[in-house]
């Protein structure tokens, strides 16, 4: 039986899963017998006590008297948010600095390799105090504050923006708009006649433009930040700590996606742009509807990366007080509460599944991209 190749192979995988299952056995035996020599309980009913400590940023009602399982949501959607918002900024200025670094322009060129280097060598931590302590700290107080227009305010208590509310008739407008883009976006891959498909698109507008009017008189108020005494009232407060952790890992991350980025581009064979100048197509055309599309297929797997780093990146927020995940529930709650293993258990899992929902979008987005062959 052992010269079995199939039954050797079984028989080896079965001892390796019974090892590891009793290690696991032998891991959480010790773990609960020393919780037990020190007096402290485990399971999650500490998620039902008062707090009883603030919180600088919740998108959601927060109060003192809210409960532990709060504190997990409220820093769970700050953590959400600065991934989200950097992920964004990053792709966008990644994508820009990647394009530069290929530039027929010598200074630009040599500008996009320059960031490159110099931001891409630095720790990341570095960049989050340089940009809390050495840049946002010195900004003017409210007083004084640098003002964009009439509507956006800079100072050292954080960015000031116009707060947008929509009425409920404004978000039918707006779900409306949305169905009828969606729907003439369906029309576009299954039409074929270019006269059909533009006939579509001016219907589509036509009936675009009441909504759109009726949505700039009356469908939402703009809410301008006004200053009260010694700080803004109204409008959308971003604090500090989140615009320096926004700024620190959307440069950082931008650096590594504009290599991503570079290297995709070149790995397109330049028979195709030479194909495409041929036709007379426009350098900008070239790009996005030639190369771009093709380098795509290299792009997305390591770019991927990149976003799962910038989000498990964002739990450095705490060493600047950004009200994230760690800094508020594997923080504050475990400090106060001492269920290291379920509030940290807790963490770990939140970090996990947004990287897997990140990987899985992106894999799926991939699949789309990826060049089918019969």
């Known amino acids: 039986m052992w010269r079995n190749v199939r039954l050797r192979g079984l028989f080896i995988q079965v001892i ?10 032998w891991i959480i035996h010790n773990t609960l017998n020393n919780l037990e020599s020190r007096g402290i309980t485990t399971g999650f009913g500490f998620l039902t006590q008062q707090a009883g400590f603030g919180i600088i940023q919740s998108l959601v009602p927060y109060d003192e008297s809210h ?20 992920i964004i900024l990053a792709t966008v200025l990644g994508f820009f600095i990647g394009i530069a670094r290929l530039s027929s322009n010598w200074l630009l060129a040599r500008l ?27 900004l003017p107080s409210p007083r004084q504050s640098l003002a964009l227009g ?34 003439q976006g369906l029309r576009k891959t ?6 059909q498909l533009l006939k579509g698109v001016a219907a589509l507008v036509l009936m675009a433009l009441p909504w ?15 200053l009260k005494g010694f700080n803004f009232t109204g409008g959308i407060q971003l604090l ?15 650096a590594f996606i504009g290599e ?7 790995s397109v064979s330049k028979g195709q742009t030479e194909a495409a100048q041929a036709l007379g197509l426009k350098d900008s055309k070239i790009l996005s509807k030639v190369v771009i599309p093709q380098a795509m297929r290299v792009i997305i797997p390591p770019l991927t990366n990149q976003y799962l780093n910038l989000a498990k990146n964002s739990s450095l927020a705490t060493a600047i007080g950004y009200p994230d995940l760690v800094n508020v529930f594997a923080g504050t709650t475990l400090n106060q509460t001492g269920q290291a293993v379920e509030v940290i258990a807790m963490t770990m899992a939140v970090y996990l599944t947004m990287s897997l929902l990140v990987s899985v979008f992106m894999n799926l987005y991939n699949r789309r991209m990826a060049l089918v062959e019969r």
């Open 16 to 25: 390796v899963i019974a090892l590891l299952l009793l290690a696991g056995g």
């Open 150 to 183: 009439d509507s956006i305010f800079i100072n050292i208590r954080g960015l000031f923006v116009p707060d947008i509310t929509v009425h409920q008739f404004g978000l039918l407008g707006l779900a409306t708009l949305s169905m009828l883009i969606i729907w």
């Open 67 to 86: 409960t532990f399982a709060r504190t997990f949501v409220v820093g769970l959607l700050n953590t959400l948010l600065v991934s989200f918002l950097g």
């Open 260 to 266: 991503v980025v570079r290297s995709g581009i070149e």
């Open 240 to 254: 500090p700590e989140l615009c320096a952790l926004l700024l620190a890992l959307s440069i950082y991350t931008a």
């Open 190 to 195: 299954a039409l074929k006649d270019h006269g």
């Open 212 to 226: 759109l009017f009726w949505l700039a008189t009356d469908g939402f108020v703009l809410e301008k930040p006004v």
């Open 112 to 138: 996009a390799g320059a960031y490159i280097e110099v931001f891409r060598n630095i720790p990341l931590l570095l960049q989050i105090l340089f940009w809390y302590f050495a840049v946002l700290a010195v």
